[in-house]
């Protein structure tokens, strides 16, 4: 036992610069490699406050619209329609369905 105790320092001595080197080494790799994913992080938490502005424009913006919309909708009517050149439209032809016909064939093809 004490044999293989006294190789192992020995060994351990001998190579005590490299594993030196490798445990720094690998010390190194690992704070860049920290470093890129904190980098990565604040640039997705930036990216998403940025994108969430912009969402939040857009909504407002959608609010806006939505409200023109309703406030013209609300006007529309068929005299005020003629104004713009508009008129009813008219009902050349009606199709009726003759009382033979199942309730599955009146409601169309929906189930």
């Known amino acids: 036992m004490a044999k293989a105790i006294a190789q192992t320092y020995s060994i351990a001595h001998d190579y005590r610069a490299h594993i030196t080197a490798t445990i720094f080494g690998l010390c190194a790799f690992m704070a860049m490699l920290y470093a890129t994913n904190i980098y990565k992080t604040v640039s997705a938490t930036v990216a998403l406050e940025g994108t969430q502005t912009e969402i939040a424009t857009l909504s407002s913006s959608v609010g806006k619209l939505d409200a023109q919309y309703l406030n013209i909708s609300r006007s529309a009517s068929p005299d005020n329609l003629k104004s713009y050149g508009l008129s009813e439209g008219k009902v050349s032809a009606y199709i009726s369905s003759?009382?033979?016909?199942?309730?599955?064939?009146?409601s169309g093809h929906e189930f």
């Open 98 to 106: 003759p009382a033979s016909l199942g309730s599955v064939a009146l």
